[in-house]
């Protein structure tokens, strides 16, 4: 009687491989998710391919009786795919004026020019080297970018990019993995 209640070493070796099913289960959820992001990061990378042929610039400032009256900007696409809705903002320290319209289709090159406002336009000493640009376009993708000067283009993201979901399947892993292990050890211990 007493060898039929007491776990036999089936029970325990089925415990044992119990027990550790939740880590390995774990373990392979981590590995997961660092796949997952990896690729996450290639597919951005990609997407960031034709945004960094997409190349902006200031190219001449109009003067007239000493005031700077309008800046000429041009943006050079040097991708196969054209752009579209292209703006643009010429800062210069902490003021800035932003272009009229926007472009709406750019193939290789366009140029566009700023008149200045009479009033609180652009400081009266503006020379190329003090002022930056910003252009705002869409991708032949419709992805949304912003690259000012020579610097990396960013993505602008107008809706949830999942960030979050890969945190929240790492806590259900881990919650799961332990209400494993604790019915596992209830169950060996009970038996």
Avoid: K
């Amino acid at each position: 009687m007493l060898a039929q209640e007491s776990p036999t070493i089936t029970d325990w070796l089925q415990g044992i491989g119990t027990i550790l099913a939740a880590p390995i289960a774990a373990i392979a959820v981590l590995l997961t998710v660092r796949t997952l992001r990896s690729e996450i990061r290639l597919r951005r990378d990609a997407e960031a391919t034709a945004a960094r042929l997409v190349l902006p610039d200031v190219t001449t400032i109009s003067m007239s009786r000493g005031r700077p009256t309008a800046i000429t900007w041009t943006v050079n696409n040097h991708g196969t795919a054209p752009i579209f809705d292209v703006r643009a903002r010429i800062r210069a320290g902490e003021r800035h004026v932003d272009s009229d319209l926007a472009l709406s289709v750019v193939t290789q090159h366009a140029e566009q020019e700023i008149v200045l406002p009479e009033q609180g336009g652009m400081p009266g000493h503006l020379n190329l080297d003090g002022l930056s640009i910003e252009v705002t376009f869409t991708d032949a993708a419709g992805l949304v970018w912003q690259r000012r000067d020579r610097r990396i283009p960013e993505r602008i993201v107008q809706v949830h990019d999942g960030r979050e979901s890969a945190w929240w399947l790492l806590l259900v892993a881990a919650g799961c993995g332990a209400v494993a292990i604790v019915l596992s050890l209830v169950a060996l211990l009970a038996g």
